[in-house]
């Protein structure tokens, strides 16, 4: 399941950062921040529409060979990362969504 699951504040600051495995943690956090730069990017593009669909979920933001960075936004743009194990693949997209 989910290896690390961070909480990021409107203005891009951790307000909660959890990771399993805590002797790559280090990694973790370097994944989750830079996640965000893909998580600006998506907000940007939606622009109004983030609004108007109220679909708040941003789906894979970052995918590397071990690991897989999921995103979600709230409607006060405070942002959920969370990062899962890309070997994992009864993992599915709607479960992640849920």
Do not use: W
Not at 83 to 91: E, K, M, P, R, W
């Amino acid at each position: 399941m989910a290896v690390c699951v961070a909480v990021i504040a409107k203005e891009n600051y951790p307000l909660y950062i959890r990771s399993s495995p805590t002797e790559n943690e280090l990694k973790f956090h370097y994944m989750v921040h830079t996640s965000l730069d893909v998580v600006d990017e998506k907000i940007s593009a939606m622009g109004k529409a983030l609004v108007d669909q109220r679909e708040l979920y941003l789906g894979l933001l970052y995918p590397t060979e071990d690991h897989k960075v999921y995103g979600y936004v709230t409607n006060s743009k405070v942002k959920f990362v969370m990062v899962v194990d890309s070997s994992n693949t009864a993992l599915r997209d709607n479960e992640i969504r849920s």
